[in-house]
């Protein structure tokens, strides 16, 4: 087990002490997302509950703006860290790991009494990797070296936040959606498939209370049914071989442009989607909305005619997901479009700034989240998690 050396742990001190002085005291007081009228506050009535991811990188990004924490303390009852807690940003090297610009979007969470999700344990695909990881020497022993390192990564990050996390996406994006088949990897060149079993294993014994994910992008489009049969070919195996996986995550980063997805999500793909996850609750999973926006990179310029068609494809969507009585927690992916991490990715083609969030650049509400609160208000109750 690698530990914080006194340096680290001096840093994450100071980083906090940072953020409780230059941030805290200035926004507004918690709990967070309590008001009925807010999105949390919807969700609730509903057994459902709202978050948000919040970045805190290094240089300009959501959390260092007052008006998002605002956003956030007023509308969300949960946080994820954007990019915070993945092995890129905790792992500067193999001996060593640098918590702290998660422990400051953790503390903020927490002082505003948000729940709180990791985000993720292993990104298995070698593109997200640390570049030191992608030519790791693996020794004499690469098997037991590949599996030390995972378990090592997974219960040095489990053990530190303990039950303050209850919920991880413990392996994301591992299945390839042109091929559906399982990424290859560093760790697979030694463990083969058994690396997902393992940081499942290694998640499930360091955070027994959490809820444990599989995290993936797929959707309901015809050009994504490789993608979708490859993940219920996934979850069908971690399933037979008891893998602890409770949770499938839906991305959820719809609308059409980057992906096949078509532009409405009508009958013809309400009906594929519904058997993608028929199949997954069947194998007693539940769902989870991990990171929703809405694409508009090929929608009418005109902003009214633009904001409608995402407002309607999500409220679809999320109707349709909503009848789901497994889905508990929907966490969009950035509350305000100009953090969207959408905004530099896939530009338009007539350059205007892509709108996929519920808050547009001056923190006021769209059609987007609208939509989202009267699907909100529209769910069927169920148990609360
Ligand atoms: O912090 C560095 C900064 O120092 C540097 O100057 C700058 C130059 O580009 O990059 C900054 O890091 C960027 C980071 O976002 C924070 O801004 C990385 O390059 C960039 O790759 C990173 O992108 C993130 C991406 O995942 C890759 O980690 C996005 O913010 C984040 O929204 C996105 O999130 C993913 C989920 O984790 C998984 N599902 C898909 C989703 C969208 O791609």
């Known amino acids: 087990m690698t530990c914080l050396t006194r340096r680290e742990t001096l840093a994450a001190g100071v980083a906090l002490a940072a953020a409780a002085c230059t941030s805290l005291p200035q926004d507004p007081a918690g709990p967070a997302g309590a008001a009925p009228d807010s999105l949390n506050g919807l969700a609730k009535t509903k057994g459902l509950a709202f978050g948000s991811c919040l970045g805190g990188g290094k240089d300009s990004y959501s ?16 946080l994820v860290p954007e990019n915070e807690l993945k092995w890129v940003a905790l792992r500067p090297d193999a001996k060593s790991f640098d918590f702290t610009r998660a422990d400051v979007l953790i503390a903020f969470g927490e002082t505003h009494g948000m729940k709180i ?11 997200w990797f ?48 042109k091929t559906g088949e399982m990424r290859d990897t560093v760790f697979t060149r030694h463990l083969g498939d058994k690396v997902i079993d393992i940081a499942f294993d290694a998640a499930k014994q360091a ?13 309901w489009g015809p050009g994504n049914a490789v993608h979708r049969a490859g993940v219920l070919k996934l979850l069908a195996r971690l399933r037979k071989n008891n893998v602890p996986v409770d949770t499938l995550g839906v991305q959820s980063h719809i609308g059409p442009g980057a992906s096949d997805s078509t532009p409405q999500y009508g009958a013809a793909e309400d009906k594929d989607w519904r058997a993608f996850l028929d199949e997954a609750t069947a194998m007693g999973l539940d769902l989870a909305i991990t990171e929703f926006d ?4 090929v929608l009418p310029a005109d902003v009214a005619v633009r904001d409608k068609m995402v407002a309607d494809m999500a409220r679809s969507y999320l109707d349709a997901m909503f009848s789901y009585p497994q889905l508990r927690t929907v966490m969009a992916w950035g509350l305000v ?5 959408l905004r530099n ?8 700034p892509k709108r996929p969030s519920p808050y547009d650049d001056d923190y006021q509400p769209k059609p987007l989240r609208e939509a989202i609160a009267e699907s909100f208000r529209a769910a069927p109750a169920r148990a609360s998690i």
């Open 207 to 219: 955070a027994p209370h959490a809820k444990l994910v599989y995290n993936d992008y797929m959707s």
């Open 337 to 341: 479009d100009k953090y969207s991490w």
């Open 63 to 78: 959390f260092r703006d007052p008006q998002v924490r605002a956003l956030m303390i007023e509308q969300c009852g949960m």
């Open 345 to 352: 990715r896939w530009p338009r083609a007539d350059g205007l």
């Open 130 to 177: 640390p570049e030191w990881l992608k030519t790791y020497d693996f020794g004499p022993r690469p098997a037991a070296e590949a599996e030390r390192l995972l378990r090592e990564h997974i219960t040095t990050v489990c053990t530190r936040y303990g039950t303050r996390i209850f919920s991880y996406d413990v392996v994301n994006e591992t299945i390839d959606a």
């Open 117 to 127: 999700r990791g985000h993720t344990l292993l990104w298995h695909n070698m593109q």
């Open 294 to 297: 809405v694409g508009d990179q």
